[in-house]
């Protein structure tokens, strides 16, 4: 569900970041044309407005009249200049400097033939209306607001699309996974019941080993059939928290796997400290010590060492096989991943010990060197 | 006889402010002005027609001296048809300095920055 999630998250960012990218780039192309366009309006306005400056100019240039009244635009400023540039009259407070830019400022220098008054330029300048430029950015702005919101419901759904034949494929293996192990675990009580009696009455002495093997072979399904159903119910499961003794529970673990350790000739070396209680539920424990000592006894080199600790502090189990490599450490724990295929199994067994570390706050470490053998610790306290 | 006093005392100080009034112009007027006022040619006409061509004060100053100091046609501001009804303006025999000095003049007194003024 999680990773179901992650992946419609994924899927959505990469949806609408692209399309985000694109409609952005469209709107700032759209927006510098139109820019443009509205500016050369503005500036059109200002050439015909320079066009009747330098028609007045003319008439003042043949007037013989005493003074000589300079023609004043209604839309903007405007200055004559030289020939060598040099300003000779004009409307502003401040005359510029022909061809100095001014901010806000739209301005037009216009040449003057023949020069009329001895003007041979002619500055027009005005305010750059911004009306029309705000108006267009309001636009924009809300078409992207209008077009994000649609194509987030639109990737919502195109991804609900997507992984919805994932979704049917995890459903239907579920659904298998509980049927089987429904229909698993009577058979499996059965031949553990009935080797438990086979071994009491000891009728069948010559085929004891053939019967250990039928009884490892029954406790491997049963232990998957239990794992199976922790995984399958871990959200519905209601937990007891009980104080726990946790030595007497590893010691009772310990007697279950002692029959798979011996046919692998393993050595058992054991530092359980009595009295180490913890408060947590007991099928969540035993999920807990059985994967590591199970993976440590699967994984481990025949006649190999299998080392399990108990402190205060911390539960460890140590084995002296195969090992891990580094690259494989960091995914171990994700469901269905396995470092190594040579022995059979799921790879649910260290995602179920991750479970249940973190349900209780506890530390998970795991350290490994290939062919040397690995190294699990689970702190109880941070 | 006090009348007759005050009389002949306005009438000379009339003379003489008339007489300061135009000193400086007089001279330009003398060397330059007179003669384009008898051959009916206006002085501000032909500074607005140097205005057009040169632009701007320095030029039209070095225009003008050159011309002065060798009149050719060709460097003539004034149309062709002119030189059909008028004669070729004689070569200026002023000393340099002086007649710098009233060509300065000349564009000081039709300058028409002076007269521009915002309506």
């Given at each position: 569900?999680?990773?179901?999630?992650?992946?419609?998250?994924?899927?959505?960012?990469i949806y609408m970041g692209s399309t985000f990218l694109l409609f952005s780039m469209a709107s700032w192309l759209f927006y510098t044309s139109t820019r443009h366009h509205l500016l050369d309006k503005q500036r059109e306005v200002l050439k015909y407005e320079s066009q009747k400056?330098?028609?007045?100019?003319?008439?003042?240039?043949?007037?013989?009249?005493?003074?000589?009244?300079?023609?004043?635009s209604?839309i903007g400023n405007?200055?004559?200049?030289?020939?060598?540039?040099?300003?000779?009259?004009?409307?502003?407070?401040?005359?510029p400097?022909?061809g100095a830019r001014q901010k806000h400022t739209l301005s037009l220098i216009s040449k003057?033939?023949?020069?009329?008054?001895?003007?041979?330029?002619l500055l027009l300048s005005k305010p750059i209306d911004y009306t029309p430029l705000l108006a267009l950015q309001r636009n924009i702005l809300f078409f992207m607001l209008l077009a994000g919101g649609f194509f987030a419901?639109l990737g919502?759904?195109?991804?609900?699309?997507?992984?919805?034949?994932?979704?049917?494929?995890?459903?239907?293996?579920?659904?298998?996974?509980?049927?089987?192990?429904?229909?698993?675990?009577?058979?499996?009580?059965?031949?553990?019941?009935?080797?438990?009696?086979?071994?009491?009455?000891?009728?069948?002495?010559?085929?004891?080993?053939?019967?250990?093997?039928?009884?490892?072979?029954?406790?491997?399904?049963?232990?998957?059939?239990?794992?199976?159903?922790?995984?399958?119910?871990?959200?519905?499961?209601?937990?007891?928290?009980?104080?726990?003794?946790?030595?007497?529970?590893?010691?009772?673990?310990?007697?279950?796997?002692?029959?798979?350790?011996?046919?692998?000739?393993?050595?058992?070396?054991?530092?359980?400290?009595?009295?180490?209680?913890?408060?947590?539920?007991?099928?969540?424990?035993?999920?807990?010590?059985?994967?590591?000592?199970?993976?440590?006894?699967?994984?481990?080199?025949?006649?190999?060492?299998?080392?399990?600790?108990?402190?205060?502090?911390?539960?460890?189990?140590?084995?002296?096989?195969?090992?891990?490599?580094?690259?494989?450490?960091?995914?171990?724990?994700?469901?269905?991943?396995?470092?190594?295929?040579?022995?059979?199994?799921?790879?649910?067994?260290?995602?179920?010990?991750?479970?249940?570390?973190?349900?209780?706050?506890?530390?998970?470490?795991?350290?490994?060197?290939?062919?040397?053998?690995?190294?699990?610790?689970?702190?109880?306290?941070? | 006889?006090?009348?007759?006093?005050?009389?002949?005392?306005?009438?000379?100080?009339?003379?003489?402010?008339?007489?300061?009034?135009?000193?400086?112009?007089?001279?330009?007027?003398?060397?330059?002005?007179?003669?384009?006022?008898?051959?009916?040619?206006?002085?501000?006409?032909?500074?607005?027609?140097?205005?057009?061509?040169?632009?701007?004060?320095?030029?039209?100053?070095?225009?003008?001296?050159?011309?002065?100091?060798?009149?050719?046609?060709?460097?003539?501001?004034?149309?062709?048809?002119?030189?059909?009804?008028?004669?070729?303006?004689?070569?200026?025999?002023?000393?340099?300095?002086?007649?710098?000095?009233?060509?300065?003049?000349?564009?000081?007194?039709?300058?028409?920055?002076?007269?521009?003024?915002?309506?």
């Open positions: 569900m999680q990773s179901e999630r992650r992946s419609l998250l994924r899927f959505l960012l400056i330098e028609s007045a100019l003319r008439e003042l240039h043949q007037s013989n009249s005493a003074i000589l009244h300079y023609p004043v209604k405007s200055a004559i200049y030289d020939l060598d540039k040099h300003y000779i009259f004009g409307t502003f407070a401040h005359p400097q022909l003057i033939e023949p020069y009329y008054l001895g003007a041979a330029y419901v919502y759904f195109l991804g609900k699309l997507f992984i919805a034949p994932m979704r049917e494929s995890i459903k239907q293996m579920n659904h298998f996974i509980q049927d089987t192990t429904h229909e698993l675990n009577t058979p499996i009580s059965t031949i553990l019941t009935n080797i438990e009696m086979i071994e009491t009455f000891g009728e069948c002495e010559q085929n004891k080993d053939e019967l250990k093997r039928i009884e490892i072979a029954s406790r491997t399904l049963s232990r998957i059939y239990d794992d199976l159903t922790y995984l399958n119910l871990n959200h519905q499961y209601h937990r007891r928290i009980i104080r726990l003794d946790m030595a007497q529970l590893i010691e009772e673990r310990m007697v279950y796997f002692a029959v798979m350790a011996e046919v692998k000739h393993l050595r058992i070396k054991t530092d359980v400290k009595s009295g180490v209680i913890l408060e947590m539920d007991r099928n969540d424990a035993i999920r807990l010590i059985d994967n590591l000592i199970s993976n440590a006894i699967k994984y481990n080199k025949p006649e190999g060492e299998l080392y399990v600790r108990l402190t205060e502090e911390y539960f460890m189990v140590k084995d002296g096989g195969f090992g891990i490599k580094k690259e494989d450490l960091k995914i171990i724990m994700h469901r269905f991943k396995r470092a190594n295929t040579s022995e059979g199994g799921f790879g649910i067994g260290l995602d179920i010990v991750n479970q249940v570390v973190n349900s209780y706050s506890f530390v998970l470490q795991i350290t490994s060197q290939l062919h040397q053998g690995t190294e699990v610790k689970i702190q109880w306290k941070k | 006889m006090e009348k007759i006093m005050i009389l002949l005392w306005l009438s000379a100080m009339c003379i003489a402010v008339e007489g300061n009034a135009y000193a400086e112009p007089k001279n330009l007027y003398t060397a330059c002005l007179k003669c384009h006022q008898s051959e009916q040619v206006p002085s501000s006409l032909v500074y607005r027609r140097y205005l057009m061509r040169y632009s701007t004060p320095e030029r039209i100053k070095k225009a003008m001296f050159s011309y002065l100091k060798a009149p050719e046609k060709a460097d003539s501001i004034m149309p062709s048809q002119f030189f059909l009804k008028f004669p070729m303006k004689k070569k200026m025999q002023m000393n340099d300095m002086l007649l710098k000095k009233y060509i300065r003049e000349y564009i000081e007194q039709f300058d028409v920055k002076k007269r521009l003024v915002l309506p």
